[in-house]
Each structure stands twice: as C-alpha cells, then as structure tokens.
Antibody
Framework: EVQLLESGGGLVQPGGSLRLSCAAS????????MNWVRQAPGKGLEWVSG????????NYADSVKGRFTVSRDNSKNTLNLQMNSLRVEDTAVYYC???????????????WGQGTLVTVSS | QTVVTQEPSFSVSPGGTVTLTCGLS?????????PNWYQQTPGQTPRTLIS???TRSSGVPDRFSGSILGNKAALTITGAQADDECDYYC??????????FGGGTKLTVL
C-alpha cells in the first residue's frame, strides 16, 4: 500500500525557515518523481515544486523560486522541502504527491499525503 | 505571467450534463499541455479523475470524460449526481517541468 506521510509543519515568523519531510512507503521510491503541492486555507491548489526520481532534476513555481529547495534521499525514501524567507502568503497545507512519471512532472499525481500545515505569522 | 483559467462556480441539475473548462490567459490549451483533472471534496485530498486530456483514472465512473473543446480543456459530467458536488481543478503542463493549477470550479448540484 502506497503511503506518504508529511511532517515538519508548524508556526513560523515571516522571514523564518522550515523544513518539511515526506516519508514514503509501499513502492520503489526512486522510480517516481515527487512533488509538493500546497493549498492555502479556503483556497485552491498550487503546485510548488517537483523533483525527478533520481533527484537530478528539480523545478519550482515562480512564487517560491530562490526561496524553497526540494531534495530527496532515495536511500531513506524521503522527500524534503527546505523553505527559507517565508512569507505570510506561504501559509498553507503542504501535500507531497507522487507522480506517475520518473522524469519531471506533467501534472499527473496519483497518490497524495494527508498534508502538513505551515503557518507564517508574527 | 500565464494563468490557468476555470469557471469559479457552476451549477447543474441532478441528472443533467455540465462541461467545465480549463483555459490559458494567453494561448490555447492542447494535448501537449497534458490536461489533468482533479476532484476534491472538503477536508479530503484531491483525487485524479482524468489524466492526459481524456484518460479516466481507475474507479472513476464513465459519466466523467475529458476532451479539448476549441482552445480549452474540458471536463464533462453526464448525468450529474449529488455527490459530484465538490471542487474540480485542472492542471496543465507548461514545459520545462512546470505545471500550473487552475483556480478551481465549485460545482453545485441542485
């Protein structure tokens, strides 16, 4: 059974940093690209970042480029998102989502975690 | 900056047919954007309905179908049911590993 479990969310002040993780199980982790998708309270979905199965290719939404860094450790089946220079508008539930592809995403996510809430507030 | 457009809300009668669309603020949507459609009920994670323009995901009823209509991607629900009332999101591939979600359509069945 595919399972994705996010952790690391919490309350942080504007300008601060936070590191999210997603523990994956039930599949061969390195065979799949992975993504972070967020949803602000009461708002729609926003793709944040993606990383290829081997970890060699990464991509970011313009809204987070230069502030967020995605990485993965295929030996530990873990996906990470380092978030720096956080802004109030980064407040959202962050989901990790498995892609159907090994290479970078075309937008088809077949499994989602339950999400972790990040609140950026003073 | 390109924006993916969706109707903010739509209403359909039970048993009726509705077509939700997904466009681009500049340019046309084509199969090269690999349109995907997701369904999200409140408090739940999204569920894939349609991938790559018109491929129904496993377990999705055949009353859901995807297509390209004119210059937009489209999700058609034929014979709408009460539990189809939720939010629908499209996502488009923009090239170079970048995808964009539309703002979502809140569907009401009444």
């Amino acid at each position: 059974e595919v399972q994705l479990l996010e952790s690391g969310g919490g309350l942080v002040q504007p300008g601060g940093s936070l590191r999210l993780s997603c523990a994956a199980s039930g599949f061969i982790f390195s065979n799949y690209a992975m993504n972070w998708v967020r949803q602000a309270p009461g708002k729609g979905l926003e793709w944040v970042s993606g990383i290829s199965g081997g970890g060699t290719s990464t991509n970011y939404a313009d809204s987070v480029k230069g502030r967020f860094t995605v990485s993965r450790d295929n030996s530990k089946n873990t996906l990470n998102l380092q978030m720096n220079s956080l802004r109030v508008e980064d407040t959202a539930v962050y989901y990790c989502a498995r892609d159907v592809r090994t290479a970078t995403t075309h937008g088809h996510f077949d499994f989602w975690g339950q999400g972790t809430l990040v609140t950026v507030s003073s | 900056q390109t924006v993916v457009t969706q109707e903010p809300s739509f209403s359909v009668s039970p048993g009726g047919t509705v077509t939700l669309t997904c466009g681009l603020s500049s340019g046309s949507v084509s199969t090269s954007n690999y349109p995907n459609w997701y369904q999200q009920t409140p408090g739940q994670t999204p569920r894939t309905l349609i991938s790559n323009t018109n491929t129904r995901s496993s377990g999705v009823p055949d009353r859901f179908s995807g297509s390209i209509l004119g210059n937009k991607a489209a999700l058609t629900i034929t014979g709408a049911q009460a539990d189809d009332e939720c939010d629908y999101y499209c996502v488009l591939y923009m090239g170079s590993g970048i995808v964009l979600f539309g703002g979502g359509t809140k569907l009401t069945v009444l």
